[in-house]
């Protein structure tokens, strides 16, 4: 028996578009040391972990005649190197030129013949580093089923963890065999029934929204009517982005949290509020009209209602009005600290100590799910997505080389330009800014806002002044 797409799943597929991919990728920056830690390394390692995520070599199968949902199926034809593929930046490689390869790949769409992930191996970076970037589709990993292969290739020590042998041997689906259960499902699983026809109401929906949208596309140009004006924040999206990284100090957060209270979450987002706001009026944007931005933060919670992962909290989302029209980083902070006090005295906040303490490294399937969060809500009802989340404050490992970097890159939701993910590992805090190439150029200009949001919040507190990440200096090219 083949497992069946859900309808959540298949959504992620149907409503995909050329300039919306629903697709996320982390970049993990690795120092290989003296571990020899190579594109063969990176193979074998990969070949080692897969049998803890069956799904990472199986296709979309759509059933014939349509007469359920599409089912996953072992790809026969299955070929690890075509998936951890290798690249490179010209040495000495920067971030920046890291960032526009990353740009460049994270915008081609995977192909859905094959199973929906990449690894890309980029060597080429100062001080002999190297990537890793991956980049999964919102349809493969739900937290529940599948975790994220990026979870699985660190481990706590550097020597890596010998795991049992794999002898995997694709099974064979025929148009028969799925026709045949198909039929089964839809007579003896009601959940099957109702996917199908809420599948097909969908794709007669879509139609006619399509159709209704030319119309009235038309119509304004007959009429000489304007439609809507864009936000810096929204707009139509092209094909192209940009990515934006930062990192910091999580000493800097905590800091100002035992000054003002609340979490560190919500520093975060407070720097989130002060760096909108500062890239809002290098702009001349004025702020009279925009005073909140509403953002969407996906949160773990204790709900025995919800559907728990497999990393032990169901994620849920939660609105957040970042107030970008308030100068005083104090009281965005305050305000933000707020937003989340209501949630906090329900008794169904999960600790970041829990979610840090996770096996592994889960902040990649955190942000999967986080994103798969959002792409699910009311895309009129947040103007902003923000991941967060908490990962381990001990060094991890891949075959040896040291996890020194970990950004992460949320996709882009129909209609809105940006989208920031945020990592806390090993005592740093780490920004990925994704950007419509078209509509936000200048999202460089956002990173350094957002830096100078938190040199205002550390100023505040006594002795404050913001540290460079650890063990090197900060420079331009850092940010």
């Known amino acids: 028996m083949h497992d069946r797409l859900s309808a959540r799943d298949l959504a992620f597929l149907t409503q995909e578009t050329a300039t919306a991919p629903h697709q996320l990728a982390s970049i993990e920056i690795l120092d290989p040391g003296e571990s020899g830690f190579d594109y063969d390394t990176l193979v074998t390692l990969v070949a080692d972990r897969l049998s803890f995520v069956p799904r990472y070599r199986q296709r979309v199968q759509v059933v014939p005649g349509r007469l359920a949902n599409p089912v996953w199926v072992d790809d026969e034809r299955f070929d690890l190197e075509y998936h951890v593929r290798r690249s490179a930046v010209p040495r000495p490689g920067s971030l920046a030129q890291l960032r ?21 191996y980029v060597e080429g970076l100062a001080g002999g580093r190297v990537a890793l970037l991956t980049k999964v589709h919102q ?23 010998p795991l049992a042998e794999d002898a995997w041997n ?97 520093v975060i987002l407070a720097v989130v509020a002060g760096g909108l706001r500062g890239w809002l009026m290098t702009r001349a944007e004025s702020l009279s ?32 009005d970042l107030p970008v029209g308030e100068p005083s980083p104090v009281v965005r902070l305050h305000q933000v600290s707020y937003s989340f006090e209501t949630h906090k005295q329900t008794g169904r906040a999960v600790s970041a100590a829990h979610l840090a303490g996770i096996t592994g490294f889960a902040p990649t399937t955190f942000h999967a799910v986080g994103s ?21 404050q001990t060094p991890r490992y891949a075959a040896g080389a040291t996890l020194v970097a970990s950004y992460p890159v949320n996709p882009l939701l129909p209609g809105q330009a940006l989208a920031i993910g945020v990592t806390s590992y090993d005592g740093r805090v780490f920004f990925g800014i994704t950007a ?44």
Do not use: M
């Open 100 to 120: 526009d390869l990353v740009g460049r790949i994270v915008s081609r769409p995977l192909d859905r013949s094959r199973p929906l992930w990449e690894i890309y």
């Open 139 to 161: 349809a493969l990993v739900d937290g529940v089923d599948t975790v994220d292969l990026g979870q699985l290739l660190l481990d706590v020590n550097p020597e890596a963890k």
């Open 170 to 266: 694709p099974r064979h689906a025929s148009g028969t065999s799925l026709v045949i259960g198909a039929v089964k499902d839809s007579l003896t699983d009601v959940d099957t029934l109702s996917s199908t026809a809420q599948r097909t109401g969908g794709t007669l929906l879509r139609l006619a929204t399509g159709l209704a949208s030319r119309g009235l596309a038309i119509a304004e140009a007959l009429s000489g009517r304007r439609p809507d004006r864009e936000t810096p924040l929204s707009g139509h999206l092209s094909q192209q982005r940009l990515i934006v990284t930062l990192e910091t100090s999580l000493a800097d957060y905590r800091r100002v949290r035992d000054t003002h209270g609340g979490s560190v979450n919500d």
């Open 289 to 320: 009209g925009l005073r909140q931005v509403r953002a969407l933060v996906p949160i773990s919670v204790n709900d025995e209602q919800l559907e728990t992962t497999s990393l032990g909290a169901p994620i849920t989302a939660h609105y957040v």
């Open 372 to 392: 798969r969060v959002a792409a699910a809500a009311d895309p009129h009802g947040f103007q902003l997505s923000v991941t967060n989340v908490p990962g381990p």
């Open 436 to 479: 419509d190439r078209d509509l936000v150029p200048d999202a460089e200009v956002l990173g350094q806002c957002l830096l100078e949001a938190l040199d205002e919040l550390v100023d505040t507190v006594t002795g404050g002044r913001r540290q460079a990440p650890r063990g090197r200096r900060r420079t331009q090219e850092d940010s």
